[in-house]
């Protein structure tokens, strides 16, 4: 599929540099493989978040009361 996109020239200028040392003539797929390569980070992150939202909430109240007492402690020394 075709689409448009808008690049400062002196971008367009590196990717026909990195297209042509590559023996390629245009830079489309270097435009292909630089978004699947932000894409699959995106998705690694939102598992990143979806697991810290899974475990919110799964500290027993013990061991939060303890955390809680040790940051009171850490902030009336901290100056």
Known sequence: MRTTIELPDS???????LAASRGEKGFSNLVREAVEAYLTGLGGKEEGRRRAAEALGTLPDVDADHLEESVRR??????
Do not use: I
């Not at 971008?11 to 026909?16: E, G």
């Not at 850490?74 to 100056?79: I, N």
């Open 11 to 17: 971008l367009r200028a590196r990717l026909l540099h």
């Open 74 to 79: 850490l902030r009336e020394r901290w100056q």
